[in-house]
């Protein structure tokens, strides 16, 4: 077995990174002209390193498959970002970021990235204000801030309920500003099908161009793969109909090892399935159950009247909601983790006490809020004795300021006016923990290739916490791959671009278009939604919130079934010349069998119950995950030896500056 | 949720590239449910292509969320559909009823040639952002956010503004196909903000020059694009354009 080296720095904690960025070697600026630097992806990973690396002097060239770099997953992100600034004077510091990073990840991550991400939080902030990225402000001008899961302080900046959006496009101007100068060359609608590999290191990639379906070859000295998180393995999740992990897949293939695959997010607060005809789910920010308050009824007899449809959420009195968060975990109450929150409320809803017809839903209800703010308004505006009415009005208005767009999509889907009535919600997969293993400087276990964002597994263990993915992204991006690709590109300064007429860049581009033909060839009867649609119900009932041995045996031989229907059975419309999404989804979605099986086994292998993940044998008699620490405290990093078969690796997690515990959120 | 399915025809414009002329083509689709959204309308039509070993057809989507403004569908004669600031991956079949029969065509605009069927290339976007949509700082140059104190109107303003997903619905909208609507939105954003102050002339004259370089047509301030927008841009952008584009072009630079 080969030994992972994380290339953690020696030296205390909070002096790792400071002391790594004072002797890192660094390359000149003549050099840096001569170096060219792939990035696949333009998420909030890929722009902040693109430009970032671009204003350093590299050549950068950087892939998305969108029609635009700026419509990259990252611009759905809602609820906000995480920075340790303690503008608000409650006790937040660097450390306290730190230990609830590793805390909420379930004490599953490296202790040494987390604190580095804690480190550069704050800079962040700076970057994004300086871009002129419009977060929420207080009256005297100054930033304002929320509160988030799995946190007791208010450590959020937000821009209303888009702030994906606005800090996507913050990232995005700073990368059109290097388009711009000609520092980067930008090609939307192109998909990267594969990694060439020079010498045992990272060399370049394949790309298809969407649009007239052309094979490109691309030389880089490095390649930075910043594509996003898995989470449609599922097939339904919150994430964009495109995201996939075929650029992960293509490098894992290629030997960079996988690292906890299994460890998946359930976001509590998403709209319950409505039907068949399902193409994803959607989220309602975290930040709403800042707010609002979660309940079931606690009556059987009136959870059956909410199914059938004879009574309604507001027909239920008040002593006879079960609130069941605030009863379970009274120190955090509706504040609790995603991974704690999606349990409880499937633990609800098994038991019967779901509100919706399938009997997969529970309550969130703005009733209370629009109460309260009401009142505080109404004292704002000295108004007194106002009537109930009017209380409702102005609370109404100042939940609208807060959250409103989210109230609106609520509307649109369902029908539903969330001013009036409770929302129905129900967990939904949502972000992907596991990715790409990679060191602290974020290389993968292959040289040259390294993995930035959601891509990689590196900063939230077992469990992400919410507002953490868009802090990671971006500081991946803007304040670590700057430094830390000096210490492999100094190296490779003699190194001359090479010719894409090179066997391996011929011989990847054949590998490529062999499977293009080979897709072409199967002339099956059904489509690639069929299958992926399949896979996502194996994945979801035997992957899914709980798993257990035999759910996990069974998933697995049925993934093997379906990969061979599908490589017998699919049809492929059109053309391979052409624009033809059908061609694209079917890459994607040969991918997401071969992780689909991978994930099973990580699964299954990791016999304990940690964050998101959740082994039904093991748990507390509360029904809480029960970690082993004695036989799992190691991150799995899985090699792939042909499809199918893998090699375990472990990463041994030692903590030196938290103390490890049972986490307790009561 | 509804069992009921409503049958619809649907008239859909498809053409195989740029270079080749389109046609509308008729589809008949049945059991749609309210709970729908048009592109999973969409979605079961094309399955049923596929099954009858015909092309399914083409369209730009991602998010499904109203946020990526990948979507574009001009339907029934309105660009994203019928409802107000609604996107077409957002907006629900429930809008619609039963024996309907719905007109879809892609944008149209000399600026976003048509790639297939409903997808067209909005490219010329970016490069109008590439040409001063930004405020010049390298990563690592900022100071602490909060040493530079924001008024909350302004920094709503410039919110509200900053909403534009791109979509290029505003330019399907309107007969020009004038892009004045986006570039407004964006020279808006940073016009209220401190920080885009020192490029604000620099900036507005650049993006404007690129925007008609691009082919995009003259605004006559018919308006129909603030009505279109699914994000609520306003007019107000484009007069303050306007403003800055002449203050720029006063003070000679
Ligand atoms: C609905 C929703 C709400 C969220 N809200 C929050 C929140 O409030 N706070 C928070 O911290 N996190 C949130 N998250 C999580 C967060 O948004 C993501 O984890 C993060 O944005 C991922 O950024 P990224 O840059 O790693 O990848 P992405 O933004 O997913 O970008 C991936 C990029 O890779 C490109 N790409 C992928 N594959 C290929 C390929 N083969 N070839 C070429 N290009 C490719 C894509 O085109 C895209 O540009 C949310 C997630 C969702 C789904
Ligand atoms: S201004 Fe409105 S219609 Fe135009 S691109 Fe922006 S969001 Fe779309
Ligand atoms: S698909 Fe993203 S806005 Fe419609």
Same mark, same amino acid.
């Given at each position: 077995m080969t030994k992972l080296n994380s290339k953690i720095p020696s030296g205390s904690i909070d002096t790792k990174w400071t002391q790594y960025k004072a002797s890192v070697p660094l390359v000149n600026p003549a050099n840096k002209r001569k170096i060219e630097v792939i990035v696949v992806g333009t998420g909030l990973a890929g722009a902040s390193a693109a430009s970032s690396l671009a204003e350093l002097g590299y050549k950068v060239k950087a892939f998305c498959f969108q029609d635009s770099p700026r419509r990259a997953h990252s611009i759905a992100a809602q609820g906000g970002i995480n920075a340790a600034k303690n503008y608000q004077n409650d006790g937040d510091s660097v450390y306290r970021l730190f230990y609830d990073t590793i805390k909420g990840g379930d004490y599953r991550a490296r202790e040494a990235n987390v604190h580095r991400l804690s480190e550069v939080s704050g800079s962040i902030i700076d970057q994004c204000v300086a871009q002129g990225v419009p977060f929420a402000r207080e009256y005297g001008g100054l930033l304002s801030n929320r509160s988030f899961g799995g946190? &007791?302080? &208010?450590?959020t900046f937000y821009a209303a309920g888009q702030t994906g959006q606005q800090l996507l496009l913050g990232a995005y101007s700073s990368l059109q500003r290097q388009v711009g100068m000609g520092n980067v060359q930008m090609y939307s609608r192109h998909e990267m099908l594969d990694i060439v590999m020079i010498d045992g290191k990272a060399r370049g990639i394949i790309a298809r161009n969407l649009i007239t379906g052309e094979l490109e070859r691309h030389f880089g000295h490095a390649v930075l793969l910043c594509s996003g998180g898995y989470g449609n393995v599922f097939y339904l999740s919150t994430n964009a109909m495109g995201s996939n992990v075929t650029a992960a897949w293509k490098a894992h293939r290629k030997g960079a090892y996988f690292g906890n695959p299994c460890f998946t997010q359930i976001h509590p607060t998403c709209i319950p399935v409505s039907g068949d005809h399902q193409s994803k789910l959607t989220l309602m920010s975290e930040s709403l159950r800042n707010d609002g308050r979660i309940w079931v009824p606690a009556k059987p007899e009136d959870a059956k009247a909410l199914q059938n449809g004879t009574k309604k959420a507001n027909d239920i009195p008040e002593a006879d909601r079960d609130y069941y968060l605030e009863r379970r975990y009274p120190a955090f109450g509706n504040l609790v983790p995603r991974d704690v929150a999606s349990r409880a409320a499937k633990e609800r809803c098994d038991a019967g006490f779901g509100v919706n017809p399938t009997g997969q839903a529970v309550f969130l209800d703005y009733a209370a809020a629009i109460e309260r703010y009401g009142k505080i308004e109404a004292t704002k505006q000295n108004l007194s004795n106002p009537d109930s009415a009017t209380i409702k009005a102005l609370g109404k208005e100042v939940v609208k300021e807060k959250y409103g767009n989210l109230f609106d999509m609520y509307l649109q889907i369902t029908g539903e006016n969330p001013y009036e009535t409770p929302m129905k919600i129900y967990p939904a997969v949502h972000y992907t923990m596991g990715g790409l293993w990679v060191d602290y400087e974020l290389m993968t276990t292959v040289p040259g290739l390294y993995a930035l964002g959601e891509a990689n597994f590196s900063d939230h263990g077992a469990n992400r916490l919410g507002a953490s993915a868009l802090m990671q992204g971006l500081a991946d991006g803007y304040f670590v791959i700057p430094y830390t690709i000096g210490n492999y590109l100094s190296q490779d300064i003699r190194t001359a671009a090479i010719p894409t007429d090179h066997p391996a860049f011929v011989e990847a581009e054949n590998n490529v278009r062999e499977q293009i033909n080979k897709f072409f060839a199967i002339k099956g009867t059904k489509s690639v939604d069929y299958f992926h649609k399949r896979l996502g119900k194996i994945m979801w009932d035997k992957c899914g919130m709980a798993r257990n041995e035999k759910g996990l045996k069974e998933a697995i031989e049925e993934i093997r079934a379906l990969r061979i229907e599908f490589w017998s059975d699919v049809r492929i419309p059109g053309e391979s010349n052409e624009f033809n999404p059908e061609l694209e989804k079917a890459g994607r979605v040969a991918d997401f069998i071969e992780l689909g099986e991978l994930m099973c086994l990580d699964a299954l292998t990791r016999e304990e119950s940690c964050g998101g993940h959740f082994r039904e044998e093991h748990q507390t008699e509360e029904g809480e995950a029960l970690r082993h620490d004695d036989k799992f405290a190691f991150v799995s990093a899985w090699e792939m030896k042909e499809v199918g078969k893998w090699e375990l690796h472990k990463e041994e997690l030692v903590y030196e500056n938290i103390k490890i515990a049972q986490r307790s959120y009561k | 949720m509804s069992t009921t399915g409503m049958n619809l025809t649907l008239k859909i414009w498809r053409q195989k590239n740029g270079n080749e002329r389109g046609r509308f083509e008729t589809y008949p689709v049945s059991g749609i449910s309210e709970d729908m959204s048009f592109l999973e309308m969409f979605d079961v039509l094309n399955e049923q292509l596929i099954t009858e070993g015909k092309d399914p057809i083409a369209f730009d989507h991602d998010c499904r969320e109203g946020i990526c403004g990948m979507c574009s569908m001009y339907i029934n004669g309105q660009p994203h559909g019928p409802?107000?600031?609604?996107?077409t991956c957002q907006l629900h079949m429930r809008s619609f009823k039963n024996g309907d029969t719905i007109v879809v065509e892609p944008w149209r605009a000399a600026a976003f040639p048509v790639i297939k069927d409903l997808a067209v290339d909005r490219s010329s976007f970016d490069r109008i952002i590439a040409a001063g949509g930004f405020v010049s700082v390298n990563t690592g140059n900022a100071q602490d956010a909060n040493s530079l104190p924001i008024a909350k109107e302004n920094a709503d303003e410039a919110f509200a503004a900053a909403a534009c997903i791109g979509c290029g619905a505003c330019v399907a909208a309107c007969k020009n196909s004038s892009a004045m609507l986006f570039v407004s939105a964006k020279v808006s954003q940073l016009a209220l903000l401190p920080q885009g102050e020192p490029e604000r002339r620099e900036r507005v004259i650049n993006m404007v020059n690129k925007m008609d370089e691009e082919g995009f047509g003259n605004c006559t301030n018919t308006g129909a694009c603030a009505e279109e927008c699914p994000k609520g841009i306003s007019l107000e952008n484009i007069a303050r354009l306007n403003r800055e584009f002449l203050l720029a072009n006063v003070s000679g630079k």
């Open positions: 946190t &007791q302080v &208010q450590r | 409802n107000d600031r609604v996107t």
